[in-house]
């Protein structure tokens, strides 16, 4: 009978141990923020030699945004391959784009990527732009959002780049 109880305690500390183990490596959540990079750089491909994919690009402006932006808005997205897809100019301010509190969507044409894990928004302006969420979807990879909610800075690079976030999951 004793060595049953001393089982029982045994199995017990030992699921207690595996959920405090479990329990402090969940604990890790790290909310990604958009960050400047001044190192990031465009990739010029020659695209006649790739594949065209399409994609769609749905950018919803905050609420909280400009009432409306003349600037320059550029755009770039890849993978962790190096496959980059980059579009020099979405405004439009003849048309209403980027208005408070709206949704504009974008079909570009690009080379083709495999999931995508970056994205870069530049501004170069005066009125500013503070876009709430970007998501981009595909008809070859999984549709990603990535969620700013705050004011892109003038003249630099901002966004998210989590390719090594998802190269350290996948190997997980």
């Known amino acids: 009978m004793a060595s049953k109880v001393e089982m029982v305690k045994s199995v017990s500390f030992l699921l207690f141990s595996?959920?405090?183990f479990l329990t402090s490596s969940q604990a890790?959540?790290?909310?990604?923020?958009?960050?400047?990079?001044?190192?990031f750089s465009l990739k010029i491909q020659?695209?006649?030699s790739l594949r065209s994919c399409s994609y769609t690009v749905t950018i919803r402006t905050?609420?909280?945004s400009t009432s409306y932006t003349r600037d320059r808005i550029s755009l770039a997205f890849g993978d962790s391959?190096?496959?980059?897809?980059?579009v020099p100019r979405l405004d439009d301010p003849s048309t209403g784009t980027f208005e408070r509190c709206s949704t504009d969507a974008f079909k570009i044409s690009g080379p083709c990527t495999y999931q995508i894990c970056?994205?870069?928004?530049?501004?170069?302006?005066?009125d500013g732009l503070k876009p709430?969420?970007?998501k981009i979807s595909g008809s070859y990879v999984k549709t990603?959002?990535?969620y700013y909610d705050t004011f892109i800075p003038n003249g630099v690079w901002f966004g998210f780049n989590l390719c090594n976030d998802i190269s350290t999951s996948a190997a997980m």
């Open 144 to 146: 990603v959002t990535f």
């Open 46 to 48: 020659n695209t006649q």
């Open 132 to 134: 709430e969420s970007v």
């Open 81 to 86: 391959f190096g496959n980059q897809v980059y």
């Open 118 to 126: 970056y994205l870069y928004l530049f501004r170069t302006g005066y």
């Open 28 to 39: 890790k959540s790290i909310i990604q923020q958009p960050q400047p990079s001044r190192s």
């Open 62 to 64: 905050s609420c909280s």
């Open 18 to 20: 595996l959920a405090v």
